[in-house]
């Protein structure tokens, strides 16, 4: 019997992905600075009277080095950044709107000059660091666990990949039956993904709204020898209201799915949009009336969205 030629169409929502997203990943690669002595355990677990091989010993051979700790913290920075600009699609790989794609590069090219800026400091600085580290490991110091400083720079590296949402073609010779239940569960993983990042617009936009209110309201500060109470005006940072208009830029041109929450989320950013136009972060700190219109405004989308 000859097999069934079935031709299976992706979700629509999978073609609008490959055409206004893409997928990134980042790479962050740096040097433990850590090395397992076999001889110092041997002597605890000798002292201690238990059994060699009960216990390990890992020895931090640049204990105290802040520019070592300065890339370190600049890797978890990048981490940081990627959650915040991106959408979580597996676990190697995150989302990226295609109109949000030529302000991630310009940011990850920055982060990238402060990583090898980092590094190359570090290593024009590493011979003396070695040379302290022989000073202050005492008798644990040991040369040979100290590689060349050509041999540590290529420990570090900072990695940018990009490739597009895969389209799907489900043109295999395989029977009706078959066709179907491969169909229906690549859509469901692929509504399970595209759920999730509507969810992460939702969530951002909420708590961008809701830092934006705050902001725009007044703290009570009572006088302690008085007792008299007065109101005072809440600080305006303006990274969170350049947030919000970035929001309401992207999500205004990346629409996932209509279906009632993304319907919601459209009408919220048309109305945040529409409040923050022309407003800055100055007209915010030193007028009133604006600081009022914009707060009223966004609890009055909160509201009806949350």
Known sequence: MEAISTELQAPNHIISLSTSAVLVSIDVKTWTATKQDSNIADEVTDKKKADRGSGKFIKSLLQGNLSYRDIINTRQKIYNWINQSAYRWNHSQDLIPT????????????????????????????????????MQQGDMYDSSDYPSA??????????????????QDFRCQVADDLARDLKINYQKQTEGIVKDVLHQQIDRVTKVMQSISHCCGYKEITNSKTGEVTEQKRKIYGSTLQKAQELCETYSQFKLVDNEDSQKLSVAIDSLGKILGGVSTEALKESVVTRKRVKEGIDDILSKFI
């Open 99 to 134: 109109v949000d794609l030529p302000k991630f590069t310009r940011e990850f090219s920055m982060w990238e000059d402060l990583f090898n800026e980092q590094v190359d400091t570090f290593i024009s600085q590493y011979p003396t660091a070695v040379s302290n580290q022989a």
């Open 150 to 167: 050509d041999e540590v720079r290529t420990k570090f590296a900072l990695n940018l990949y990009v490739s597009e949402v895969p389209e």
